[in-house]
Nanobody, 120 residues
Framework: QVQLVESGGGLVQPGGSLRLSCAAS????????MGWYRQAPGKQRELVAAITSGGSTNYADSVKGRFTISRDNANNTVYLQMNSLKPEDTAVYYC??????????????WGQGTQVTVSS
């Protein structure tokens, strides 16, 4: 059983910062990619940032220059540093991990979500 434990969400003032973390554990052989998605009420879930095992990163245009995704490969953990937060960043943020359970079996798991609220 693979589990993703998310933390770091909360309430922050506009212009403030938060750091999200997502730790993967369980039957994981290796991680292919990890990413963060978000979904606001009434809105479609969207990719915020992703990072591959090779270190390549991808960001949504709306967060580019403000958010930074990083990995701790030894601990199967992904982070999302969010700076200069805006009210439109308010959403539930979900961690996603694409991984190999064995050398040939690829699975994907979602975290439970963590609420980020940017408001004065």
């Amino acid at each position: 059983q693979v589990q993703l434990v998310e933390s770091g969400g909360g309430l922050v003032q506009p212009g403030g910062s938060l750091r999200l973390s997502c730790a993967a554990s369980g039957s994981i052989f290796s991680i292919i990619a990890m990413g963060w998605y978000r979904q606001a009420p009434g809105k479609q879930r969207e990719l915020v940032a992703a990072i591959t095992s090779g270190g390549s990163t991808n960001y949504a245009d709306s967060v580019k220059g403000r958010f930074t995704i990083s990995r701790d490969n030894a601990n199967n953990t992904v982070y999302l540093q969010m700076n200069s937060l805006k009210p439109e960043d308010t959403a539930v943020y979900y961690c996603n991990v694409v991984f190999k359970r064995t050398v040939v079996i690829i699975n994907t798991y979602w975290g439970q979500g963590t609420q980020v609220t940017v408001s004065s």
